[in-house]
């Protein structure tokens, strides 16, 4: 489970605070039936509901909220498979017996000061020090389904390590995973970017990822109108959509601008993202 008997001593200690990381807003992500086992998933859409923190089932793809019962059996009785940390804030006090903040992009004005801290990687930003930060699952960053991963899993580690401060003053960085031997961990614990970099530039380059090649995302209201323009042009893919998105890759950056720019741009709300982030 995420809370582990060591972290529950880590809660404990008296050094100074401890921020948990773990990038799921609300009180669930994914529910099941304790009754029959089926899954809480909108019947327009198929996909599982997530739990607010008012205890709605929410679809992630706009229909309206609805209360907790299951569609099978009727039950109002559900198993929480992967916590948000609204529902974990509440877990970690129960451990700790202490008072635990909430950190979320969703947190307004200045954050109370507090010994431990659960929140999302918005955490890292708004918390000025720490004496420890425990990633709770570190393997969704690390699995995550984005090309560039790897490398915004490292820089979650390395923005933490900041905060922590010198090893010898006590400053620990604990993360849970079942990977330990994953280059973005082993770059990390040796100090060493080069294992990180050889690994991922020899996938990039077997996948034909950036900088092996130019990618863009295109989105909005006129995107597939545009996509189908481009689909036409030579020397250029088109993959998607998903969740309303088009990816388009080019050889380089100078055939995905003259592609995009002989097509010009259709009527409608569009968005083109040049070496996408969070592809």
Sequence with gaps: ????????????????????????????????????????????????LTQKEDHALECPSGCNDRPVVCDSCGSTRFKNLRAGIARLREELEAL??????????????????????????????RVERASQIVFLEFDQELLAPRFRAAEQ????????ARLIGNRNEGGRLIIQTRQPEHEVLQAVLHANPEKLIEAESERRRLLQLPP??????????????????????????????????????????????????????????????????RA
């Design 153 to 160: 899993a490292a820089s979650l580690l390395i923005r933490s």
């Design 1 to 48: 489970g995420l809370l582990s008997q060591k972290l529950t001593s880590i809660l404990r200690d008296e050094r100074g605070p401890v921020v948990c990381i773990l990038n799921r807003k609300g009180r669930s992500r994914l529910l099941a039936c304790d009754r029959c086992g089926s899954l809480a998933r909108c019947e327009k859409h198929l996909i599982p």
């Design 212 to 277: 092996y090649s130019a990618l863009a995302q295109i989105s909005g209201a006129s995107a597939s109108e545009m996509v189908q323009s481009l689909s036409g042009i030579s020397g250029i893919e088109i993959m998607g959509p998903r969740d309303d998105c088009w990816l388009v890759r080019a050889t380089d950056n100078n055939a995905l601008s003259q592609a995009i720019s002989s097509v010009g741009r259709p009527k409608g709300k569009i968005r083109i993202e040049i070496d996408p982030r």
């Design 96 to 125: 700790s017996k202490k008072k635990v903040v909430e950190i979320s992009s969703d947190s307004k004005g200045k954050i109370p000061d507090s010994d431990i801290y659960i929140g999302t990687e918005a955490a890292l930003h």
